[in-house]
């Protein structure tokens, strides 16, 4: 697997707004996927894109895949507390089970 | 259904001593995974494993580290002796081949906090 770069490194929005965070990678890949990590605690899979897919929705979230670009953005809609964590975008060139690289991540913190 | 267990959560050694981690994967989970996560980093991995064989540890520092995954279930990860730089969280995690279209996700356990004095 190969490193994405999430950006930015930090965000800060008010609850109810939306939250928008990239990754971006360098070759090609079979999927994508986003994980959310809070604090002190294990990671928590979020949802995963296939290099066929452009678009994915779960619940609150919308993932965009763009493979000419090789980036990637994770949207969070009517955002709350609950989701400030950071969260890690894992582009996997390989697949089946693979290890995954992680890049530093978005740190998403939500005022009340 | 049972998550990812790791034990301990939070470990205290002084360096030079030896320290251990335990991981139990969800059950019928046939790969484990060892990642290390420091402070403001996301995880790296350490070691894959399939069933009870070993097949990517190459970023594993064999210097100092060991694992092993008997019987293809638990997994125990083994520093010795430890040093300063040790110091970060230790994540298992586990997926299943089998598990049918989203065979690439992975489920993480909460992570043994380890702090080298």
């Known amino acids: 697997s190969q490193q994405g770069e999430e950006d930015p490194q930090a965000l800060s929005i008010q609850e109810g707004e939306n939250a928008t965070m990239n990754c971006s990678y360098k070759t090609s890949i079979n999927n994508l996927q986003w994980y959310r990590q809070n604090s002190g605690r294990g990671l928590v899979h979020l949802i995963l894109?296939?290099?066929?897919?452009r678009e994915k929705h779960s619940g609150r979230l919308r993932v965009t895949l763009d493979t000419s670009k090789k980036s990637s953005s994770l949207l969070i809609t009517a955002s709350r507390a609950a989701d400030t964590a950071s969260y890690f975008c894992a582009p996997n060139s390989g697949g089946g089970a693979d290890g995954l690289t992680f890049g530093k991540g978005t740190h998403l913190i939500i005022q009340p | 259904e049972a998550g990812v267990v790791q034990s301990p959560r939070y470990k205290i050694i002084e360096k030079k001593q030896p320290v251990a981690f335990w991981c139990n994967p969800i059950?019928?989970?046939?790969?484990l995974y060892w990642y290390r996560q420091n402070l403001g980093q996301g995880p790296e991995l350490l070691i894959r494993?399939?069933?009870?064989?070993?097949?990517?540890d190459s970023q594993l520092p064999k210097d100092r580290f060991s694992a092993e995954r008997l019987k293809g279930v638990d997994s125990t990860l083994k520093i010795q002796p430890a040093e300063l730089g040790d110091s970060a969280v230790y994540l298992c995690a586990s997926s299943s081949y089998y598990q049918g279209p989203s065979t690439d996700t992975q489920y993480f356990g909460p992570g043994t906090r380890l702090t080298v004095l």
């Open positions: 494993y399939e069933n009870e064989e070993a097949v990517d």
């Open positions: 894109i296939r290099s066929n897919e």
């Open positions: 059950s019928g989970h046939n790969t």
